[in-house]
């Protein structure tokens, strides 16, 4: 079975910075395209940061300039790096991988991490 696993939130008081790490296990001779969301008490769940098949990246307008997404040295390992806090950005942080690819064409999947909660005071 492949997981996603995120770690890496806590709290912290506004202006700080946070990383929040994603490691996929699980057939890792594939390679993932991941995506970071987030979901705040009682809204909708929103993208926050994410990576495309040719590797380039696109951020929320809330986020843009504040986060940056990349990734580890560890194939399949995904980071997001926060500064800047602000008390908005208090959400759960999930990891997704909606695209693989395993030495063939890339595959649509639906993978969730079980998230970490950020909290911003």
């Known amino acids: 079975d492949v997981q996603l696993v995120e770690s890496g939130g806590g709290s912290v008081q506004a202006g700080g910075s946070l990383r929040l790490s994603c490691v996929v296990s699980?057939?890792?001779?594939?390679?993932?395209?991941m995506t970071w969301y987030r979901q705040a008490l009682g809204k909708e769940r929103e993208l926050v940061a994410a990576?495309?098949?040719?590797?380039?990246?696109r951020y929320a307008d809330s986020v843009q300039g504040r986060f940056t997404i990349s990734q580890g040295n560890a194939k399949n390992t995904v980071f997001l790096q926060m500064n800047s806090l602000k008390p908005e950005d208090t959400a759960m942080y999930y990891c997704?991988?909606?695209?693989?690819?395993?030495?063939?064409?890339?595959?649509?999947?639906?993978?969730w991490g079980q998230g970490t909660q950020v909290t911003v005071s």
């Open positions: 997704n991988s909606e695209r693989r690819r395993c030495g063939g064409p890339w595959q649509t999947i639906n993978y």
């Open positions: 699980g057939y890792t001779i594939c390679t993932y395209i």
């Open positions: 990576f495309a098949v040719d590797g380039s990246t």
